[in-house]
Nanobody, 125 residues
């Protein structure tokens, strides 16, 4: 399974940005993580294989929105009201199978099997 994240860039605080994750296998649960320099990888958002269940990290709840297009095999992360602290490399990752997973597992990077290369998001103040 291959994943490709895109859509990163440089924006000002308060702006919006949309990231896309193209994946080669349909309907896998997909998550977004981010990592800023000198910091640990942080869970951002995830979407179950059915597309109807989503999860968000506390720092992005209410500002970010994740969705999927099963036909196009893409997962989109819409980021609104961006803050300088959102600056990081953003990665999309997928779980192994299109099945139900314990909700707690969506928050753990170790529970994802496939990872794509990251895309840089920089938010200036």
């Amino acid at each position: 399974v291959q994943l490709q994240a895109s859509g990163g860039g440089l924006v000002q605080a308060g702006a919006s940005l949309t990231l896309s994750c193209a994946h080669s296998a349909a309907n896998l649960p997909v998550g977004w993580f981010r990592q800023a320099p000198g910091k640990e990888r942080e869970f951002v958002a995830a979407i179950a294989w059915t597309g109807g269940i989503t999860y968000y990290g506390d720092s992005v709840q209410g500002r970010f929105s994740i969705s999927r297009d099963s036909v196009e095999k893409t997962v989109t992360l819409r980021m609104d009201s961006l803050k300088p602290e959102d600056t990081a490399v953003y990665y999309c990752a997928a779980k192994k199978d299109p099945v139900y997973y314990d909700p707690r597992s969506y928050y753990q990077a170790d529970d994802y099997v496939y990872w794509g290369r990251g895309t840089q998001v920089t938010v200036s103040s």
